[in-house]
């Protein structure tokens, strides 16, 4: 009887073993996101926060997702990420560029976590980067402001004028001068991501200014609302923001990221996680121009739609020579392309742009 007994015990243990093993095993895999802004309904954050969902959709109870959106940067930052690092997060993505060395600094202390680091260059051995060649939308856009405006001149709301913002600055008024040559782009500085109140204050010292044709590189649907209160034209940014601007907005230079948390999901949980050094454009899906407005003539929308298949195919270049700068400096000569080391410390306005570029 004390062998069965205890046989029965052994059994009924092992089957618990098994069970907790079982549980264990089928534990989530705990991701995290900081945001720099309010999620919203559009904007940067907002299409961070699709392609969140899009991964839960994907994977299921596989996954389990949190958000912390409004962080700022700097220290702050430095705390949510330590802190969702140090609550069981084994895969944490930080979407906004001053994220940066908060990131690596708490890479660090958590060399199990895997980090993966939005717009930034620093990597690490549980760090990647990831971003997108925003530059090529918004050389698509700048074709349509050029044909759209009326005064040939174009108003850019930016935020701080760091190379991602300054490649897009540029490659607008490229776009807009191949077919305005002699358009013009203004541009007015708030030094924040997301600052609604700021950015239309902008928008509208633009618009007084003369621009009837609205460019941003902010988080905020403010500039689109303001061109279409004063009835000038808005082109988007991030996301599809036409319904905060039905008549003004013409069409918006967006971002899908869902394709790349996918990638790095299915890889964390098949144990093959690789900190990533992603730079994709319209050739990998993550930029992506949204419909036009009705008041965009057709012969425009087969010009963009010629440049953007030529911008996938490798056939046209943004930044394809000559390029000169606001001085008349040759930064890329003709028959040349300017290469990803050069993009990636861009410094300086090209020709077209009026103003002078803020002091470091």
Do not use: C
């Not at 996101?33 to 904007?43: E, H, I, Q, R, T």
């Not at 600055?169 to 924040?192: E, H, L, Y």
């Not at 990638?263 to 050739?283: E, H, R, T």
């Amino acid at each position: 009887m004390f062998k069965k007994g205890w046989g029965a015990t052994l059994l009924g243990a092992a089957a618990a073993l098994a069970l907790v093993g079982s549980a264990i095993a089928q534990q989530p895999l705990k991701i995290a996101f900081v945001y720099v802004s309010p999620v919203g309904d559009a904007g940067w954050t907002y299409q961070h926060d699709l392609g969140r969902k899009a991964i839960e959709k994907q994977f299921g109870n596989k996954i389990a997702t949190k958000y912390v959106e409004n962080v700022p940067e700097g220290a702050d930052a430095e705390r949510v990420i330590r802190e969702l690092a140090a609550s069981g997060h084994t895969l944490v993505f930080t979407t906004s560029f001053g994220y940066m060395n908060p990131t690596i600094k708490v890479a660090k202390a958590f060399p199990k976590v895997h980090f993966e680091h939005s717009t930034g260059y620093k990597r690490d051995k549980n760090v990647g980067t990831y971003n997108a060649r925003f530059y090529e939308g918004r050389y698509l856009a700048g074709i349509v402001a050029g044909k759209m405006s009326k005064s040939g001149v174009a108003g850019y709301v930016a935020a701080f004028p760091i190379p991602e913002v300054l490649q897009g600055i540029n490659a607008f008024t490229r776009g807009m001068q191949s077919v305005s040559p002699k358009g013009q782009v203004r541009v007015i500085w708030v030094n924040s991501w997301y600052d609604p109140g700021r950015e239309r204050e902008a928008a509208m010292t633009l618009i007084s200014q003369g621009a009837d044709v609205l460019m941003q590189h902010t988080d905020s649907t403010a500039p689109v609302q303001a061109a279409e209160e004063k009835g000038v034209y808005a082109i988007g940014y991030h996301s599809d923001m036409s319904k905060y601007g039905p008549k003004a907005h013409l069409t918006a230079s967006t971002h899908d990221w869902s394709g790349f948390y996918a990638k790095m999901v299915g890889d964390a949980l098949a144990g093959k996680a690789q900190p990533s050094n992603v730079w994709g454009g319209i050739k990998e899906g993550m930029v992506k121009m949204a419909p036009m407005n009705a008041a965009v003539p057709k012969d425009v929308r087969d010009m963009v739609a010629k440049a953007e298949a030529d911008i996938a195919a490798g056939k046209l270049h943004p930044f394809a020579g000559p390029v000169k700068d606001q001085s008349g400096k040759e930064r890329v000569p003709a028959g040349k392309s300017m290469p990803d080391d050069q993009l990636a410390v861009m410094d300086y306005y090209v020709e077209g742009v009026q103003g002078q570029l803020p002091k470091k």
